[in-house]
């Protein structure tokens, strides 16, 4: 997986940008909201919170068990299982699917494993013509991006943007035609996305969830685009993490119940679509071909370790839409295809600490993350360990390892620290000119107000009162 | 998770150390003696260790699990022996109640020593209520010209620690004193800690987005139990011209807001 974080200079340019900021002041007062009231209505919500953890932890520490029987029931369904230990397997794999099939067209559901293995660039190169059928994920496929939400790709354009881009890509429709609102745009990509499908030769999706018990693929969607995309055309092709199985269809029924109320705060999602195999002599329709290629890419190195909880994550984005930071940023200012607290732990464990050595200290550890995660995975913890890695590798600047080699000094001096903060007490009481010289503080004080000390430490106040 | 471990029933007069906290040590001692006052109203005896300094946040927060350990070592070693642990601060006290066990979690030696001080550590206003059962503490001196008080949860005490209710049930008790929550109320105000030094044109969007809930909810006072980011809204608020008041929860429940407001010039 690639990251490019530049995040602070990522970061300066996000909050600089009107149209990105009003499209992030939208999100944030939506989904929080949403997810809010669909929790305040479910009074067993913690409780389902707890199951959930308990089902993900018991398949991490059996996964190799349940991904053997999920092959095996695969099988006896009529599909096939390919095991890809890295991004270049996964690309290759599905390519080779494609060709051993003659597809050249490609109707894909909306995945996150597509976007963490590069696929459409590399499908582009090798002559299949991937299209992207979720409204999210066609929009941003059109502006030649990656998406910004893990579950709302497109959280980041306005709909002006979208009617621009759509009459730029859609040159065969009349000019004058009104794409104002939402509606109309939506019809629009109805449209051309439904002779997409009907043409299409093979189609693609993710998966929420595969059951062990059974060898079946779970999406959620609201679109209905990701059935079209499995059903229509003749070769189905599931791209999934191997960390997404779980044991029964119960399970999973206990795992909806949190993922939609924690993602968008619908009780459900409009549709949740289970896939078993390829279609049966007695079906009325399906594909013929059933492939689910399964993408290890890092997960396996971090069981056990102490990223092993993260493995955990069921992708709802809770932990974005609750962020101040990504609230403040939005997706694109990290870098990664997988933004936001749980892709701050998870980027620089696929793409390595030293390229996304920013990511972990892109948050104010508040801990909102955490609090909303429906499976309770301990995020500012993580963090903190992936700031401990950085720190130890030598990753963070000189000048703030030696702003905190001279404060810990300090703090393990305690007469010394005494004359440090009566100096800084009096400093610090100083009008802002002199402040701004204070290291450290002209960044505060561009935007804000120093509140200034009362003068005396409490330390040296209390010694001559009381002492 | 407030208190699970269930603590002790306390003696009438527990001896109580004060961890002052960085901040309040050197920008805004009024808190600490706020603090002093309220303990004492309690009945506790309160004693300052003059070893402590600060409770290794900083390193802990940026990685420097090294110095982080050898900073709470000290920190265990000045606190020792005393009934409790008292901060007015939910930041620092989550610190050594939520973080110092996790630091030594594979230490035989320290590991015990750091779960002993995590389980007689508490934030201020928590330890109040939840510990010496105080609802009212309040007394002639806390003067209060008839005011709506927006109360702000600091993260750490809010998350780490469960303090919502304490604040509040404190408060109610101080006369002409409403106190209202705001739809930013346990939303982060970007300070952060180092994260505001690090990034300070984001905190500082953070904050601004703080102040636009603000301004939705009518108020004079904006109260906390945070320095830090008490500090932060202030000095967004003041940098706005806001005439929204902010002070540390201690201040208003020990002497009223006559005095001078956080950031206002003393």
């Known amino acids: 997986m690639h990251v490019t974080t530049d995040f602070p200079a990522a970061a300066k340019k996000a909050l600089a940008d009107p149209s990105l900021q009003a499209a992030l002041a939208r999100m944030r ?45 695969v099988i006896a369904a009529g599909g096939q299982v390919h095991w890809c230990r890295d991004a270049a397997e ?46 999210g994920e066609y929009i941003i496929q059109l502006r030649h991006e990656t998406p910004s939400h893990i579950i709302a790709p497109a959280t980041h354009v306005s709909k002006e943007q979208v009617a621009e881009v759509f009459r730029a890509a859609h040159g065969h429709l009349d000019v004058g035609r009104p794409l104002e609102t939402p509606d109309s745009l939506l019809a629009e990509a109805r449209e051309i996305l439904r002779k997409e499908f009907l043409s299409a030769d093979a189609g693609m999706t993710g998966a929420n969830f595969l059951i062990a018990e059974t060898g079946t693929s779970v999406i959620v969607t609201n679109e209905g685009n990701g059935d079209l995309s499995q059903t229509v055309p003749k070769t189905h092709i599931v791209l999934a993490g191997i960390e997404k199985v779980v044991p029964t269809l119960d399970d999973v029924s206990v795992l909806l119940r949190v993922l939609a109320r924690s993602a968008t705060g619908q009780e459900i999602s409009t549709y949740t679509t289970f896939s078993t195999g390829p279609k049966r002599a007695t079906d009325m329709d399906g594909p013929q071909h059933y492939h689910v290629v399964l993408l290890d890419n890092g997960r396996s190195a971090l069981l056990g370790g102490q990223f092993h909880d993260m493995l955990r994550c069921i992708r709802c984005g ?85 702003g905190l080699a001279l404060w810990s000094f300090a703090a393990r001096n305690p007469a010394l620290y005494r004359m440090g903060a009566a100096i800084a007490a009096k400093i610090l009481q100083k009008p802002r000119a002199i402040l701004r010289l204070v290291p450290g503080l002209s960044g505060w004080l561009a935007t804000r107000d120093f509140p200034a000390a009362q003068g005396k430490t409490f330390m040296a106040q209390w010694k001559a009162k009381r002492g | 998770m407030t208190n699970a471990d269930a603590p002790r029933t306390p003696p009438d007069h527990p001896r109580v150390a004060l961890l002052v906290t960085c901040l309040v040590d050197v920008m805004r001692p009024q808190i600490g003696f706020a603090a002093v006052q309220l303990l004492e ?51 620092c006290a989550g610190m050594v109640r939520a973080h110092f066990p ?14 002993e001080l995590s389980a007689r550590t508490y934030e201020l206003t928590q330890f109040l209520v939840d510990i010496m059962g105080c609802k009212n503490i309040v007394t002639a001196d806390a003067s209060v010209k008839t005011a709506i008080a927006i ?11 469960g303090i919502k209710a304490q604040p509040r049930t404190l408060l109610k008790a101080v006369p002409g004193l409403a106190v209202r929550d705001y739809s930013g109320s346990e939303t982060c105000c970007g300070f952060g800690g180092t994260f505001c030094i690090k990034y300070p044109d984001v905190s500082d969007r953070i904050v601004t987005q703080r102040l636009a809930d603000l301004a939705r909810t009518p108020g004079n006072l904006l109260l906390g139990g945070d320095l830090g980011c008490l500090m932060n809204l202030a000095g967004k608020l003041s940098r706005e011209g806001s005439p929204l008041r902010v002070f540390h929860v201690a201040e208003v429940l020990a002497g009223g807001t006559d005095g001078a407001s956080i950031g206002e010039e003393g």
């Open chain 1, 29 to 73: 007062n939506g989904f929080v909201t949403a997810r809010a009231t669909a929790v305040a209505r479910l009074p067993e919500f913690e409780d389902l919170r707890d199951r959930a953890q308990a089902i993900r932890d018991h398949v991490l520490q059996n996964l190799d068990a349940y991904l053997e029987r999920f092959e095996a029931n």
């Open chain 1, 90 to 135: 996964a690309r290759q794999t599905v390519l080779n699917i494609l060709r051993q099939t003659g597809a050249k067209t490609f109707a894909k559901g909306k995945s996150m494993v597509g976007e963490e293995i590069e696929l459409n660039p590399y499908l582009e190169a090798n002559g299949v013509r991937p299209i992207e059928t979720d409204l």
């Open chain 1, 318 to 402: 809770a932990c974005l839409n609750h962020c101040p930071v990504y609230g403040a940023v939005g997706g694109h200012a990290y870098g990664s295809v997988y933004p936001g607290p749980m892709g701050s732990v998870l980027s620089p464990a696929f793409a390595g600490i030293e390229a996304a050595k920013h990511l972990p200290h892109a948050s104010t550890l508040c801990g909102a993350c955490e609090a909303a995660c429906p499976v309770r995975i301990p995020l500012p913890k993580m963090l903190r360990a992936w700031r401990d890695i950085s720190f130890e590798r030598g990753l963070v600047t000189q000048r703030s390892k030696l």
């Open chain 2, 41 to 91: 109203r309690a009945g506790c005896i309160v004693e300052v260790p003059e070893a402590q300094t600060c409770c290794g946040q900083p390193a802990y927060n940026s990685g420097d699990r090294a110095d982080a350990q050898k900073i709470a070592k000290d920190v265990i070693e000045a606190f020792a022996g005393f009934d409790y642990v008292v901060a007015p601060s939910g930041s």
């Open chain 2, 102 to 115: 996790e630091l030594f979690a594979n230490d035989p030696v320290w590991g015990p020593k750091a779960a």
């Open chain 2, 151 to 161: 109360y702000h949860d600091s993260c750490s005490g809010l998350r780490e620690l």
